[in-house]
């Protein structure tokens, strides 16, 4: 029942969040915070969605990475990518989260072994209301909401989502959003 009452939360509250977006009222609390612990508030809260058959792998850089976010809504975006990681890896696997950087960015990867997806359907997957669906994932819920919410999210950080996959062999989602770099005050 509680996963139930949890999972009708988090539809209302995408749907809520999108129409902000729609409305264009969506504002960022922005702050400079720690992506370490942005990542490890979000896979904390995967752990009782985590199977016998699944194991999460987190890589974090060695130097702590600063991002100018707001965290909330970064961790809502990096729970999409993980709970789809799960849900679409329903025989379990590995499911890794890798953070790198490079040319300003952080680049946080969520990388699954599941039953991926038709590379040329791509574009679909960041549509409002939008699902593949297959015969090997039609037992799966989801509202389709999820990865659109969380590309605009990323988009009005000033990062983005992108995706690559082949059917049967996994998926791989990578967000992005700027490195904060405070100016110098002279």
Known sequence: IERRL???????????????LDE???????QPQSLRAIIAA????????LTGGHHLDVRLPSAAVMVNVDSGRIETIMRNLLD???KFSPYG????????TSHGMAHISVIDHGLGFPPE?????FTRFSRLVTPENSHISGTGLGLYLSRELARLHGGDI???STPGGGASFTLTVPIWAPENVS
């Open 6 to 20: 949890d999972d009708m939360n988090a539809l209302v509250n995408e749907m809520l969040e999108t129409a902000r």
């Open 24 to 30: 264009g009222i969506t504002r960022l609390e922005r």
């Open 42 to 49: 979000s896979t904390s809260a995967l752990q009782p969605q």
């Open 84 to 86: 789809n990681a799960v």
């Open 93 to 100: 696997g590995e499911i890794s989260c890798h953070t790198t």
């Open 121 to 125: 359907q791509i574009d679909r997957l």
């Open 162 to 164: 992108t995706a690559r």
